[in-house]
């Protein structure tokens, strides 16, 4: 009787759009107490649009050293430096700068990378390809356009190469943030010029698949590169009270592991190939069906829809089927 109940858990499972990988994937679901979300694309849609471009008027000095400090004169950002005018380089309109981040991002293929890209290319037209592109994994991008080095990312990936957010600029990345967006920090040749404010909407479904996750005992946390901010708004539109944020793609793992080390039974759901690590890290690995295959090769179980309900769907089928079979 126990191969022929797990044989019908599994098909009932592909009726309620679970793909599993194994009947033994059951017995592990069972077990799980904790249920670790990605955000993007697993909690939200994962489509960013752009919302914003805030630009500084500051073609002054590079802001890298002895940048302004909150207390200063407000004259401080739009004031010319010297009784130097800018120069042609210096120039760059909104437009611009939108279109040298948008060429560098044209290269990823992050839903921020797409969102701006494509924002760009509705405004100017085809983009130029970057020459020396690199991706930095949960930081951002940077490459050369037109002779220009460009950045853009995470605040942290221009202060890795000592460029400071001027005031005006530092406050539209903490309004944008505020309101629960995304700040995505433009650099063009050593100087921050820009943010642009990038956003996702939760799915509608996501939190009723929390409540339901709830209902079953379990407890739910929300993992993401992300910024505080951006999670937190996140969470409370869906239900999630732990939430942790910030987290580098290479540490996602540790965090499973260290709620492994709590004595914590895991489940991780999530879409990126940054998942990878963490989905075959957990007890329970549960792939996005709509996310990258380097996901789904890693989890146990493939919600084949995208939908988050499937999780829960999941859990009580695993519950079901064994409680059929003692
Ligand atoms: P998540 O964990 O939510 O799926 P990631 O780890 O992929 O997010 O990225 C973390 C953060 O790094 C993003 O929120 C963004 O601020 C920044 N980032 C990553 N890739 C890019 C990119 N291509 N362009 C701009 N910013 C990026
Ligand atoms: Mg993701």
Redesign the pocket.
Known sequence: ATPTALLVGTGRGAQLGILIKGPEVLETTRAVDTVVL????TVTTGTMTLRAVHVTGDDGEPTAAGAPTEGEAPTAAGAPTEGEAPTEADAFTEDDLLRLAGAV?HA?E?P??RAVARAAAERSGPLPAPEDFANVP????QGVVEGHAVL???EKLLTEWSITLPPELAEAKEAAEAAGR?A?CVAVDGRARAVLEVADAVKDTSAEAIARLRALGLTPILL???NEAVAATVAREVGIEEVIAEVM?EDKVDVVKRLQAEGRSVAMVGD?V?DAAALAQADLGLAMGTGTDAAIEAGDLTLVRGDLRAAPDAIRLARRTLSTIK
Do not use: M, Q, W, Y
């Not at 990605?38 to 694309?41: E, R, V």
């Open positions: 990605d955000k993007t694309g991002e990823s992050h921020i990378a949960g930081l951002g991008v853009a990312g995470r995304t995505i993401t590169g992300d793609p990126g940054n």
